[in-house]
């Protein structure tokens, strides 16, 4: 009767762990200078700045902030995982023992106001775009300019406050 009883507690003693532990919780906040831009991520609309949102996986993810009148950013966000985020530390932190920990980022951005007029580059990758759509037949042209690169593409999550 005791083995039945001790083999029951033992079977059932993974699942509970399993079921009784609390994942990291992770948030990213993003805030910009003028508030009130436009925040894309990946795929999805986030809202407006400042805005917190919880995310679920570290890696690299598209990141587009917008606001009328200043310059659009289109920019790669990398969110590192800290060390009990990695494998294999990331299965006991989550699962084995679960503390609560806190993982809580911040980016933030300084929109520059949009100049009136294009500068060089822009004027002249519109001004080639044009041309070749002003000479195109029924075929779309193949040799299209590439945009002009922007100055920076990859903006690094910071991690606030402490990890626990």
Do not use: N
Not at 11 to 33: N, Q
Not at 39 to 49: A, P
């Amino acid at each position: 009767m005791r083995i039945k009883q001790r083999t029951a507690i033992l079977a059932t003693l993974p699942l509970a762990l399993g079921l009784s532990s609390c994942a990291v919780e992770k948030t990213l906040t993003i805030m910009s200078e003028p508030p009130g831009a436009e925040v894309r991520l990946g795929d999805t609309s986030l809202g407006q700045t400042p805005v917190t949102v919880d995310f679920l996986h570290y890696g690299t993810q598209r990141l587009g902030v917008y606001l009328e009148g200043y310059d659009r950013i289109e920019r790669d966000l990398r969110i590192r995982a800290p060390w009990y985020g990695r494998f294999p530390m990331d299965f006991v932190s989550e699962v084995l023992l679960p503390i609560g920990w806190e993982d809580h980022r911040v980016v933030f951005l300084d929109l520059e106001a949009s100049p009136v007029r294009l500068d060089l580059d822009e004027f002249e990758f519109v001004r080639m775009r044009a041309e070749f759509f002003r000479t195109a037949t029924d075929s779309p042209p193949v040799d299209l300019p590439p945009r002009p690169a922007d100055k920076t593409s990859l903006i690094d999550a910071t991690p606030i406050g402490s990890s626990w």
